[in-house]
């Protein structure tokens, strides 16, 4: 498929609500659509070093836009803090995941959904645990596996919304990709 201004300009519009969208306030815990772009485009863009941009692109704006937020008093989130490194990391290592998607078969793309949810949930809890992330008590979580189970334990509440979240984006985006996709591929053979 050419790469035309249509498909450049979705793509920054896709960016751009994902951004606004993960801002949202009192959305579920979790529920971002991040880790279902990630897969998104590592699946579907040919060019696989730009299959990266699109995620983290979409983290950097929504993290610009929490920056401005808490800075002017407005959100108490903080856009950029440290470790917060680690986040891009692992979403660039969830388009690898979406490398294996197969974006013609439903069973693919929920296969890789479920893969990327569970690889982000226990790599963020991991480097939150290592890293030294402070658990309820407001004390780092003890570096013991009993530290470590209850760190993941307290991600709990994320995966759920996690899961969901990719599997709905997921459906959009694949979806509205086929969608698409066909559209041109009929527009292409009327005017062939």
């Known amino acids: 498929m050419k ?3 249509s498909i450049i300009a979705s793509f920054v519009l896709l960016v751009v609500i994902a951004s606004l969208y993960r801002i949202m306030p009192n959305r579920p815990w979790g529920f971002a659509p991040q880790i279902a772009m990630a897969l998104f485009s590592g699946s579907i863009v040919k060019d696989k070093k730009f299959a990266f941009l699109m995620p983290l692109f979409s983290m950097l704006l929504s993290d610009i836009i ?3 937020l808490f800075s002017l008093k407005i959100s108490n989130i903080e856009g950029f803090y440290s ?3 680690i ?8 388009t690898l995941i979406g490398f294996a998607i197969n974006k013609s078969k439903w069973f693919s793309i929920f296969a890789g959904s479920v893969a990327g949810v569970v ?4 790599a963020s809890n991991f480097a939150v645990w290592i890293g030294g992330g402070l658990a309820l008590n ?5 570096k013991t596996f009993a530290g470590l189970t209850e ?3 307290a991600g709990l509440p994320f995966l759920g919304g996690s899961f969901y979240s990719t599997i709905v984006f997921c459906a959009v985006l694949f ?3 086929q969608l698409f996709s066909g559209y041109l591929n009929r527009r292409i053979a009327a005017t062939a």
Do not use: R, S
């Open 3 to 5: 790469l035309d201004k």
């Open 66 to 68: 929490y920056e401005v």
């Open 83 to 85: 470790g917060q490194w």
């Open 87 to 94: 986040n891009y990391l692992l979403f660039m290592a969830v």
């Open 119 to 122: 690889f982000y949930f226990f």
């Open 138 to 142: 407001n004390l780092p979580y003890p």
């Open 151 to 153: 760190c993941m334990t």
């Open 175 to 177: 979806g509205g990709y």
